[in-house]
């Protein structure tokens, strides 16, 4: 079994960027306790965080066939058509996460165009988001969509 998780563009700076609206907690943190949980339930678990829009949906298109991802798109949410193409193009189930809740923020958040191409979304519970998608993936033993 293996999931993968996505951590979109500038969530390499979690702790430091707006900690008021994303937490003090670091990236490699949350990793951490991610691999933790993985681990325990004897799952497969990878981690990545990209800036950029083609490497994401280079990283799906590889996993195109695996048990889960959760991906944190952060601002291409709101208007990549290539990375919603991407997860309408694959297999795998993918369920969408956002540290704060996208729809008590500014109007252009409000919006997500990579949700509708996903089996869910959870936004707004902080870094526990991802937690919640990973034992929505554990529990459910979700399979692929297809
Ligand atoms: C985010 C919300 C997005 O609107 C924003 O661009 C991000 C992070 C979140 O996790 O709350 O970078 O996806």
Redesign the pocket.
């Known amino acids: 079994e293996k999931l993968l998780v996505i951590h979109g563009p500038?969530?390499n700076l979690l702790g430091s960027r707006e900690p008021e609206v994303?937490g003090n907690n670091t990236l490699q943190e949350i990793n951490k306790l991610l691999m933790e949980i993985a681990y325990k339930n004897n799952v497969e678990l990878e981690i990545i965080q990209s800036n950029s829009e083609g490497e994401i949906i280079d990283k799906l298109h590889l996993n195109a066939d695996i048990n889960g991802i959760i991906i944190?798109p952060?601002?291409y949410?709101?208007y990549s058509l290539a990375i919603y193409d991407a997860i309408k193009g694959i297999k795998s189930p993918v369920i969408e996460v956002?540290?704060?809740n996208?729809y008590s923020r500014e109007d252009f958040?409000k919006k997500s165009v990579t949700a509708g191409a996903c089996i869910g979304v959870i936004s707004g519970f902080g870094y526990y988001s991802y937690v919640m998608a990973l034992y929505a993936f554990l529990n459910e033993g979700l399979q692929n969509k297809g």
């Open positions: 500038n969530l994303y944190n952060a601002a949410t709101h956002h540290i704060s996208i958040r």
